[in-house]
């Protein structure tokens, strides 16, 4: 099988690549936060990423919202779901070793998943809203993903906005850099990691809200985003907040551009092979993470 | 009391040895169906109860082997005992690949790299029609043999466990759990952490290798959904943390129980089943992270090696 890539193939895998990264990015960073903060990988972040969808999904077909008004809303709701999460179980395993926290999250993904599937079925459901591209000098831009990259970048804007210049956005950065430190300083650090969980949640149903005018919705499809989203971490550098921005942009222009190799059906293995390709060359990150 | 214990052992296993000749097909089938278990949770509860490090794709070993065992059987008409060593070779190749970028780091690499590695197999199996069948799957030729392979299936049941046994009991297993405490102090210690893990992976992606292509030829047709389900490897992780994970006997114990309560109880809402295993890990995690054989262990004051 040969191939011939023309710039304008090229062109267009960039443009691909750049809305899809930009998604990735948002979601990521969520994750980031949470591991950065409490050193929980948290596996349910894919379920709570679907119960972000779904939020979407049910007030876009019941109370005729736009769906791109409703990612504020999704954000508010899954952010309450990931305190009152932090607050009731993981709290508990944040000093534990690492088995009990993986273990704990993945239970609670188990759950969430099974628990969408018998409230809401295994249906596929779909947000119709906007369809078909926007054509501009012979490059097709998405219509859906052009407006989900605008909300992405505005959200994922707004964190490293919280994060550079606000007290709680400093907090965070010092609870995540050393915890005891931050607690002589009179950070409450348990104040703090329920926020940043919640923060990390509503990050992940902001990216599902923007997903559900993208994909079809049902209970399984956040499994993936908790391991493309540590993909982005791990490429980006763990502990480096920006890293995320990197990690994530990279990883969809590396998708796209093996969609012009190779059938989407192998796009899994890509971002597979990637994450084993990083971690035997470059395992502290692209950027260089902090090492734990 | 040795005497006791080592007499009831071999009572059990002539009771089993002797059972397919009295016991309907459906028994049979079950008690297979328990060896299964018990040979899958036995061998998560080697490289995650002993090392620490989470396997969260034990399935990817499981379906390795099914479908190594399968193309080997129905493709170049190897005998299903024979399938069934390959399956567990083709699921050591597999472990040696995935464990040596991520088994030389420390933290959550692995955990998230065994997360995926399901999916990345399923689509590996779909691409490669040619040779597997991709989605329509793979049938191998007719034949029962559901009694020889009840037998098998027990001996490899026994193997894991007897291997945890040997393990637990030896310097490289105190090794292994040296390296689940704190593996900083074990480096310090001289001990060569990566290998160790490695060892760990390895031994403990043989029997879910066995076990696959052993199903295989005991269902007569996979598929990629029949072979890589996520709930066979939550299944096995509940198995084993209930019955008390880092212990030799605890996978056992959570494999016959929680059967058990399946065929029993749950078989009447299959729906409910799945959550219930959710929130059994939460529960366990929790409230009793040394599971039932530990929390005995503790109170009885029974030996650390079972």
New interface residues.
């Given amino acids: 099988m040969s191939v011939v890539v023309t710039p304008a193939m090229l062109a267009q895998v960039i443009v691909s690549g750049i809305l899809a990264g930009s998604l990735y990015a948002l979601v990521a960073l969520g994750l980031g936060l949470i591991f950065g903060v409490m050193r929980v990988i948290n596996i349910a972040h894919g379920p709570l990423l679907m119960l972000g969808a779904y939020t979407t999904y049910f007030l876009t077909t019941r109370l005729n919202m736009n769906p791109f008004l409703t990612v504020p809303v999704a954000m508010a709701a899954l952010f309450v779901v990931g305190v009152l999460l932090q607050r009731g179980l993981v709290d508990r395993v944040v000093d534990a070793p690492e088995l009990s926290s993986l273990l704990l999250t993945f239970g609670i993904s188990i759950a969430l998943v099974n628990l969408a599937q018998l409230a809401f079925t295994s249906d596929l459901r779909a947000v119709e809203y906007i369809t078909g591209a926007w054509v501009l000098g012979g490059l097709a831009f998405s219509k859906p993903r052009v407006i989900a990259f605008v909300f992405a970048a505005g959200v994922t804007a707004l964190s490293f906005l919280l994060l550079k210049f606000t007290r709680l956005g400093k907090a965070i950065r010092a609870t995540s850099q050393s915890r005891e430190v931050a607690m002589v300083c009179g950070v409450d650090v348990g104040r703090i990691h329920m926020l940043t969980f919640g923060l990390g949640a509503a990050l992940a149903a902001a990216g599902g809200a923007l997903l559900a005018v993208i994909v079809a919705i049902q209970p399984e499809m956040g499994g993936v985003w908790t391991f493309k989203s540590f993909l982005v971490i791990v490429l980006g550098g763990a502990g480096n907040y920006p890293g995320a921005l990197v990690g994530g942009l990279l990883l969809g222009l590396v998708e796209q551009l093996a969609s012009l190799f190779l059938t989407t059906q192998l796009s899994e293995v890509v971002a597979y092979v990637l994450l084993v390709l990083v971690l035997l060359v470059r395992p502290s990150g692209l950027l260089g993470g902090r090492q734990t | 009391m040795k005497r006791v214990v080592a007499a009831a052992t071999l009572l059990l296993l002539a009771a089993l040895a002797a059972y397919p000749v009295f016991g309907t097909g459906y028994g049979v089938r079950s008690m297979q169906q328990i060896f299964m278990w018990i040979a899958l949770a036995g061998s998560w509860n080697l490289i995650?109860g002993l090392t620490?490090?989470?396997s969260?794709g034990h399935v990817a070993f499981f379906g390795a082997g099914a479908y190594a065992g399968a193309i080997l059987v129905a493709g170049a008409g190897w005998p299903w005992p024979l399938a069934a060593l390959a399956g567990g070779a083709a699921a050591t190749v597999l472990a040696v690949v995935?464990g040596y970028?991520?088994l030389?780091?420390?933290?959550?690499?692995f955990?998230?790299?065994m997360?995926?590695?399901n999916?990345?197999l399923r689509?590996?199996v779909?691409?490669f029609e040619g040779l597997t069948g991709g989605g329509n799957g793979l049938s191998l030729p007719t034949l029962d043999a559901s009694v020889p392979i009840y037998y098998v299936m027990g001996v490899l049941a026994v193997a894991v466990t007897a291997m945890a046994w040997l393990i637990v009991t030896s310097r490289f297993g105190l090794r292994l759990m040296t390296i689940?405490e704190d593996e900083v102090a074990a480096e310090a210690m001289g001990i060569d952490t990566f290998h160790h893990k490695l060892a760990a992976l390895l031994l403990s992606a043989v029997g879910p290798g066995v076990a696959g292509a052993l199903m295989a030829r005991d269902q007569g047709y996979i598929e990629p959904v029949s072979v890589f389900p996520?709930a066979i490897t939550?299944t096995m992780?509940v198995m084993a943390?209930f019955g008390g994970k880092g212990t030799v006997f605890g996978p056992v114990l959570g494999a016959v129980v929680l059967f058990v309560a399946q065929e029993i109880v749950w078989a009447s809402y299959p729906?409910?089943h799945?959550?219930l295993?959710?929130?059994?890990?939460?529960a366990v995690?929790?409230l009793m992270?040394r599971g039932v054989l530990g929390l005995l262990q503790q109170r009885y004051r029974l030996p650390r090696t079972i």
């Fill in positions: 995650s620490g490090y989470v969260f995935i970028p991520c030389r780091l420390k933290g959550p690499y955990a998230i790299a997360l995926g590695l999916e990345v689509a590996l779909s691409y689940r996520l939550v992780i943390l729906y409910f799945p959550l295993f959710g929130a059994i890990i939460v995690v929790l992270p």
